[in-house]
């Protein structure tokens, strides 16, 4: 009979569930919305509905092992509970418990709960751009700045979970506020909103622009991309610099960690070298030659799914 | 028969060697000069005779049960190798293989090779102000800054043996040379050195302090660290102003690593408080909140023979 891991990606958006083989092939998958303004219960309801589908599509032939959720925030692995998610509006949430609950009979194996960085770690160790590499940094760009460390081949968590937490990195003492209330965070001034708003700021003050012609309230980080990869001058220099200051939290962490592998992951890491290049010149400058010689820079390797991936990789990696 | 580690600091300019107890108790030291003028082989020349000594007073009743030696540089701890040590002068040495060819016959047991960051933090885990936790970052703050890796009960080496190398986080991009060809790196604001050189440059400039009397070009920063405490202004400005540029730095590795405790160490934590509380707070005010809870920051807790001591906890946390 075969074995399937059973992973679910709880976003404040989406829940996307996947049935996935030892080898990171997705045999089934759902999705529903995850409204997390209707409170917790019904979204644990709609992440059981999810489970009892896929356990329907997976029928006798099949026998799921484990399921594996990442949720976006932080999280206790040991009890299974969600500490803080902004997104889902979620403080203290004992989503293992509270799932087994719905779940009754359906369900009684193992259920791992981690946040969404750390199952996305693990996915690319498996399947994507870390095969091979024991000690891994990911990091994913995109809404907010966050990270995932897989050290000598294990998860690691940190004492109180919070290890990897890379968003809130100070870069610039004076730099623009971030959402945290400190200033000049790397998430204030790399993320995809802050891209964008460095746009907006930029075409405001009448710099030229292919993306002149939008309506700036509409701008996002992936118009910013898209402009650059056409070879529009203001979005480069937008995305050089978010390159330029990850870099530098990169550099940091290549000294503090010795990894193998940087892998960027998220939406803002669709602009490829053009984030990139400035990402790996400010790490070769500013870490330890020794360091920034151990340590190879790269895309995330896992396209479509990779959350639902990342988060069966959790059971497949035993960290139920 | 009781059993014994033989631990060997091996410094810029002195060779100490112990016999320590499991216990972490020293029974029997011994030091050489280190002379790295003198070349290599006469170092590890000096490293075996003290060795024999030490083996000559544990006797009959005792029995040595491995070698630690940490060393002042970095190192390749599988082969035994170090790797780059600036105060010894040495790039690529050996250091295992050529001790146990000086030793012979003298020695066949296991030797462990650390930089001595590593050391000093297994030793501060085992008897020092790190027992009861499990995960420590070790900080000295002396001639250099460097740190050790303790996650979840073991060293942490990083890949290539580099990780907590964190003299070269860059603090301020346009600071002060630093003498590895970077600009504002924390040892070029924090260290000694660094310490000693602000000193001089504010009385340069006809700042008041009990320290204007000294002779500029022998002040150290023993001279700032007893002037701050004896309260005068200028001093403690400076103590103040290197303690809030460690905790820039330490309050991105509480970020990344989320460690339990950070154990401070090196000649510049003998400012006690001075130091502590500016670092402190930086740390509180930079850092996430539930990793500034989970971490307590403090002095080392070994004192006199603390780099032997560290260099035998290699050998009772086997490392060898």
């Not at 012609?213 to 056409?230: H, N, S």
Request: hydrophobic share 45%; proline share 4%.
């Amino acid at each position: 009979m075969a074995e399937l891991a059973l992973g679910i990606d709880l976003g404040g958006t989406k829940i996307a569930g996947a049935l996935v083989t030892r080898e990171g092939t997705v045999v089934a998958e759902v999705r529903a919305p995850t409204r997390p303004e209707e409170g917790v219960e019904p979204v644990i309801g709609r992440m059981a509905d999810c489970i009892r589908a896929l356990q329907a599509q997976a029928g006798a032939g099949h026998r799921i092992v484990g399921i594996g959720i990442g949720a976006a925030g932080s999280t206790d692995h040991v009890r299974g509970v969600v500490i803080m998610g902004s997104n889902l509006r979620w403080v203290n949430v004992p989503l293992r418990d509270r799932l087994l609950a719905h779940l009754g009979d359906a369900w009684t194996g193992p259920i791992s709960v981690a946040k969404d960085t750390n199952a996305a770690v693990l996915g690319e160790l498996l399947y994507g751009a870390g095969r091979g590499a024991h000690t891994i940094l990911y990091v994913t760009v995109g809404t907010g700045i966050g990270g995932g460390l897989v050290l000598e081949g294990r998860l690691y968590h940190g004492v109180s979970g919070g290890a990897a937490d890379l968003g809130h990195l100070i870069v610039e003492t004076d730099g623009p506020l971030c959402g945290c209330g400190k200033r000049g965070c790397v998430e204030a001034l790399a993320s995809g909103p802050a891209i964008a708003r460095q746009a907006r700021e930029q075409l405001a003050a009448g710099r030229p622009s292919i993306l002149a012609d939008r309506p700036a309230d509409t701008l996002t980080a992936v118009d910013v991309v898209e402009a650059a990869q056409r070879g529009d001058a203001l979005a480069r220099e937008i995305i050089t610099l978010a390159g330029q200051r990850l870099g530098m939290v990169l550099a940091w962490c290549v000294d503090v960690v010795n990894p193998e592998r940087i892998i960027i992951g998220g939406g803002v890491a669709a602009a490829g070298d053009l984030l990139f290049e400035p990402v790996r010149q400010t790490v070769a400058v500013r870490a330890l030659p020794s360091n920034v010689e151990a340590v190879r820079i790269v895309p995330a390797g896992l396209g479509a799914n990779s959350g639902e991936i990342g988060a069966a990789a959790l059971v497949w990696a035993g960290a139920a």
